[in-house]
């Protein structure tokens, strides 16, 4: 088993590590020849940093869980949403499956705007304060991205739409900031993209 420990076991966006679990004997064997012989070892910093972050996991997931989840039922209700993907929804296809298998439902949200393209998502990712932009996930910040144009940009594009990865849509990372406020803080994004629908900019020349 793989774990990307740069993400929620370290969890403070401050460390690039990784980690392999291995149950049979000998492949674990095997990995440690290989780390040994090529040097592949975090440095004591980063290590303590990764510990630092897992003896938090728990609380931190905790939050970061329940702030999805109240963050993907405030979006279902807004009218300029089409679609919310996350598990912990009623909604979700894999709702039940999610809820046998897991503790918690993650922080990890995605939706799709509604009529929108690339440069509404560009628009709304942008307009956001507490949110910040970037790829990474699982921190205790709150992130969101454009993946369309950021972490799935190499992806062919019919690929990456019939994956479901649209133009219109926007992947949120929530930390454990208050629920609240990171709903008014996406509120304000969609304020300011409604506003410049309803406003359009025209320049014109002599």
């Known amino acids: 088993m793989i774990h990307s420990a740069t993400k929620y076991l370290a969890g403070h966006s401050d460390v690039i590590a990784g980690a392999v679990v291995a149950k049979d004997p000998e492949i674990a064997a095997r990995i440690k020849y290989i780390q040994n012989?090529?040097?592949?070892?975090?440095g004591p910093f980063d290590c303590w940093l990764t510990i630092r972050g897992i003896e938090t996991l728990e609380l931190r997931l905790q939050r970061q869980s329940e702030n999805a989840l109240a963050v993907a039922q405030w979006l279902e209700s807004r009218e300029e949403v089409e679609r919310v993907y996350f598990p912990g929804l009623q909604s979700h296809p894999n709702h039940l499956l999610a809820a046998k298998q897991q503790s918690f439902f993650g922080g990890v949200v995605s939706f799709v705007i509604k009529n929108g393209?690339?440069?509404?998502?560009?628009?709304?990712?942008?307009?956001?304060?507490?949110?910040?932009?970037?790829?990474?996930?699982?921190?205790v910040k709150s992130l969101l991205c454009h993946p369309a144009t950021m972490t799935h940009k190499s992806t062919p594009v019919d690929v990456r739409r019939n994956a479901g990865v649209v133009d219109a849509l926007i992947r949120l990372s929530c930390g454990i900031e208050n629920a609240d406020d990171l709903i008014e803080d996406l509120q304000q994004a969609f304020e300011q993209i409604n506003e410049k629908v309803s406003n359009p900019v025209i320049t014109t020349w002599k």
């Open 37 to 42: 012989a090529t040097g592949a070892v975090l």
């Open 117 to 139: 393209d690339e440069q509404a998502a560009t628009n709304f990712v942008t307009s956001t304060k507490l949110f910040k932009l970037a790829e990474s996930l699982g921190g």
